[in-house]
């Protein structure tokens, strides 16, 4: 199978290779290439450079030059086809398949960002022209010449439905190609295509291969439908693989001289470019949407911590959470993020316009890190001014934690989180090796205590919580539904099950158990072994297999939660019910027993046991 010359781009647009060949050399910056001792000759002196904007190595002692496939090749000892299946997956890829009409694709695809070129020339020239006045009255008000207007890209799709499609027919396109590369539409009754921008001003989007694959456009009518409109997704952009200014903005961070320490994420067009504008040329911007999976993993890509910019209102806080949030499953000791704040009610090209650049870099360089950002997240929900708000609190936290999957990096953010509960509030988990070091308070005997006395446990929370004891392999991978369940009594027995595995410090079944004991949940647990048999065969039985075991405990959970939500639904309704029979009111009486007879009807639906029914 031969590999198209797009798809060879696409890999080493997404592969840092000074990252690659860092793995086996050691490298340093000097100047905008990294230089390090011949991998492939004895020598004292570095003569060996790697330049990721053009994405090759070159070796002064031996001669060897190559890229990312070359590397592996010659490193490892792989065949070419061996080479791209490592790089593409690295690069979150899929290997094409044999296609015998690829050759064909390809040439199309590069027909298309042909058109989009022409496009972009069409919309400078429409700038400059009478059509343009208004949009041309609007830039400079807000300090934009001609000068900008080139070097950001910037023009004009005048307000017609085919100014655009008539250029660039008379120029060769076929409106099918205009269709398939988004600059035209199509009309579902099979009218005929036209202009997809009209009467707004276009910025130009490319992609990391620096190809000009998509526009956005703002529009110049307060009564436009949309303020902003970007491309539709095409055989050439997918907006959420993309990022406005991305190829300059990585180029701008890689020259020593930028002090970048990664790449700068604004909320819009304008505000990259005031930032650009102000000295910041690593800046970049998401395409109308949040931040997404792939757009993160270009901002590592480039290098460095980048930092994410948000306005100071609230707004642009729950931004700033979802977009940390976000991030969670996908943290590795070396890619975080950082947040920046800027006054309330301002943007980027707002600071830069009214205070200068001196104050918007000032702005940009006070950042958090994302630890400050999720802390506040939960801190600021609620007051915490008593011990079960706080135990939430806790708990909020350690869902938190459970959402990131490199187990290093989740480590540390225990560890800075048990730091600032302490200094907070005095409070330190008790688990594991901390624990054993203090041993077990009177408080601790007289909770369980009370734990034991206070009453029934419902069969089924017995059996899953006695699970992941026996089995805490059951606990690390089910730990977010774990969290979730709503415990009762057993409440601080889950919470502290968590916390051990967390800590990485049950060492099996034996073990857990072990750490319970010290920790004062002796009796508790003698009443659950009195379920060791029942919870066995819910789970499958002793034969069944350890996947086998998770997935029934995983049903079994599901089953208890639905049921816990119909249980608390039911005691809303009851609670409802006797406020209108004190009020008398026959219509809203009459709806509120048909919902609970259907509640009542739903929860037959499920194999509740005895003691759990109300």
């Known amino acids: 199978m031969r590999l198209t010359d797009d798809f060879k781009d696409e890999i080493r647009a997404r592969i840092r290779l000074s990252d690659l060949v860092g793995r086996k050399v050691s490298l340093k910056r000097q100047g905008r290439e990294f230089a390090g001792l011949s991998p492939f000759k004895k020598e004292k002196t570095p003569s060996f450079f790697v330049n990721d904007d053009k994405r090759f190595y070159h070796c002064f002692a031996s001669g060897e030059h190559g890229d990312a496939f070359d590397w592996l090749m010659k490193m490892e000892g792989l065949s070419f086809m061996e080479a791209a299946e490592q790089l593409a997956s690295a690069a979150g890829l899929p290997m094409p398949k044999a296609d015998p009409d690829a050759a064909r694709k390809a040439e199309a695809s590069k027909s298309l960002v042909e058109w989009m070129e022409a496009a972009q020339r069409f919309f400078s020239q429409q700038l400059r022209k009478g059509a343009g006045a208004d949009a041309r009255a609007y830039l400079e008000r807000r300090g934009y010449g001609p000068e900008e207007w080139e070097r950001y890209e910037i023009g004009f799709a005048p307000d017609s439905r085919n100014a655009l499609k008539a250029e660039l027919i008379a120029a060769g396109a076929k409106p099918a190609e205009l269709v398939d590369c988004g600059l035209l539409i199509s009309p579902d009754d099979g009218s005929a295509p036209y202009d997809r921008f009209r009467g707004r001003i276009m910025f130009a989007i490319r992609d990391p291969r620096n190809r000009l694959v998509a526009f956005g456009g703002r529009a110049m009518s307060a009564t436009a439908r949309a303020k902003y409109l ?60 949040a931040l997404g999976e792939d757009q993160l993993r270009l901002l590592w890509r480039a290098g460095g911590e980048p930092v994410l910019c948000f306005d100071g209102d609230s707004a642009g806080q729950m931004a700033a959470n979802r977009a940390a949030e976000r991030a969670l499953p996908l943290l590795e000791p070396g890619n975080t993020l950082r947040f920046a704040f800027l006054p309330d009610g301002k943007d980027p090209d707002d600071v830069l316009r009214e205070e200068g650049p001196a104050t918007l870099k000032e702005a940009v360089n006070r950042t958090r890190p994302l630890a400050s950002i999720l802390w506040d997240m939960e801190f600021e929900k609620e007051p915490l001014d008593d ?25 540390e953010y225990q560890r800075e989180f048990d730091q600032r509960l302490e200094k907070s509030f005095g409070l330190v988990r008790q688990s594991g090796r901390r624990f054993e070091r203090r041993g077990v308070t009177p408080g601790a005997r007289m909770e369980t ?39 009762g009594q057993l409440g601080r027995l889950r919470d502290v099950i968590l916390d051990l595995m967390s ?25 659950l072994d009195l379920e060791r048999q029942p919870m066995r065969a819910a789970l499958g039985g002793d034969t069944a297999t350890a996947i086998q075991r998770e997935e029934a405990w995983t049903r079994l959970a599901s089953d208890y939660m639905e049921h816990s939500g119909i249980h608390k639904k039911r005691q809303e309704l009851r609670s409802r019910l006797a ?33 759990e029914q109300g």
């Open 230 to 289: 970007n491309s539709p997704e095409t055989p050439l952009f997918h907006k959420g693989h993309n990022l406005y200014r991305y190829p300059q903005a990585r180029r701008a961070a890689s020259d020593p001289k930028s002090g970048a320490r990664g790449l700068i994420v604004a909320e819009g067009y304008f505000d990259a470019i005031a930032l650009d504008r102000a000295g910041i040329g690593h800046a970049v911007a998401p395409l109308g949407t």
């Open 387 to 411: 011990p079960d708000r706080r135990a939430g609190f806790r708990k909020r936290l350690r869902a938190l934690l459970f959402r990131i999957e490199n187990p290093a990096v989740r480590e």
């Open 449 to 487: 205590k009370r734990l034991v006395e206070t009453g029934p446990v419902p069969t089924r929370l017995r059996h899953l919580i006695l699970a992941v004891i026996d089995y805490p392999e059951i606990a690390e991978n089910q730990a977010e539904m774990l969290a979730g369940l709503e415990c």
């Open 503 to 527: 800590d990485d410090l049950g060492n099996g079944p034996e073990g857990v158990r072990k750490l319970l004991i010290n920790l004062g949940f002796e009796q508790i647990l003698r009443r």
């Open 579 to 611: 406020e209108e029979i004190e009020n008398d009111d026959a219509d809203t009486l009459r709806g509120l027993m048909e919902e609970h007879r259907r509640g009542r009807a739903k929860r037959h639906t499920v194999n509740v046991p005895e003691d």
